[in-house]
């Protein structure tokens, strides 16, 4: 097994740079197995390598490691412990996009990377970051659940688990920037550490966007819906697979506008705000999941 660290993100070619020598691959009697696929890429390369449509890079608990894999002919597999990795890119450039969770320990990490049949693992430093703690209160009998509350969280919690473990694809298109599914004032709360009612719970993972009940949510990117549900502490929800193991999650909600296997295209009305579950009245929450680590929305938003 090879390390190799990735400390500092790689200079990739231009666009044009990079159409350029795709073209000349697939010209080339070196690449003489590869020419269709590489003649293909030199089509769609501003798209699929874009790297400013890409989420930003931020190496702390909580946010997304854009890591180099190098050049290789076919795309590399790439997993950090049980999950699956989105890797982007073409066969010049390839980049896994690691969602590091907030449980995530600062200090030295490294994903499992298989090229061309040979494995190799690739290291990097997530840096640490102290979220501030937030004091709430809320209604008592949310935070001191009774035996049959207790007994329908652990439920919805397991059936949520397989929800989140959802790698489909085909993977996303080059373009990863999330339109904002709600117009409204974005708090910046991502991370908090929740203290409800005196009593320290689980950091807040997702962004919350202050808007009246019934304004509809739209879809930010392409997706297909994966789950419809009314859960204890996230009341009326709607979860989006966008694939390659990038989801999206919608809470609160005071109605829901799709099914299970509806395909979105970005834009598309599928649900609307409400104040259902544990809150302090009516906003969106919006979770942004990678690789099965809850991650800031804020890094997809476009800029
Ligand atoms: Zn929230």
């Known amino acids: ?20 020598l795709l073209q000349w691959m697939a010209q080339s009697a070196l690449f003489a197995t590869v020419p269709a696929w590489a003649a293909r890429a030199s089509r769609t390369a501003n798209n699929a390598t874009d790297s400013t449509l890409w989420p930003q890079d931020s190496r702390v608990p909580g946010g997304v490691a854009r890591l180099s894999l ?31 969770a907030l449980a995530n320990p600062p200090g030295e990490q490294s994903i499992e990377v298989k090229t061309d049949g040979l494995a190799r693992t690739v290291s990097y430093t997530v840096r640490d970051k102290r979220y501030v703690e937030q004091r709430l209160k809320v209604s008592p009998k949310t935070v001191d659940l009774s035996p049959e509350d207790n007994a329908r969280y652990e439920r919805e919690a397991a059936h949520l688990k397989t929800v989140m473990a959802t790698f489909t694809e085909p993977l996303p298109s080059g373009n990863l920037q999330m339109q904002v599914p709600v117009p409204g004032r974005r708090s910046s709360s991502f991370g908090l550490r929740r203290v409800f009612n005196g009593q320290p719970r689980n950091p807040h993972s997702g962004m919350d966007i202050a808007a009246p009940t019934g304004t509809p949510v739209k879809a930010p990117l392409p997706g297909r819906v994966i789950d419809v549900g009314d859960y204890f502490f996230n009341g009326g929800t709607v979860w989006l697979d966008h694939g390659g193991g990038l989801l999206s999650m919608y809470c609160h909600l005071s109605g829901v506008d799709c099914k299970i296997g509806d395909q979105l295209q970005t834009g598309d009305v599928f649900c609307k705000v409400g104040a259902t579950g544990r809150v302090t009245g009516p906003h969106l929450h919006w979770s942004v999941m990678l690789n099965r680590a809850m991650v800031d929305p804020a890094l997809f938003i476009a800029v």
Request: glycine share 8%; no cysteine; net charge neutral.
């Open 70 to 100: 190098g050049p290789a002919s076919a795309r590399p597999q790439a997993t950090a412990g049980e999950a699956q990795l989105l890797v982007v890119g073409d066969m010049i450039e390839w980049t896994a996009l690691v969602g590091i």
């Open 1 to 20: 097994m090879r390390t190799m660290p990735t400390e500092n993100l790689p200079s990739l070619p231009h666009p044009q740079e990079r159409r350029r």
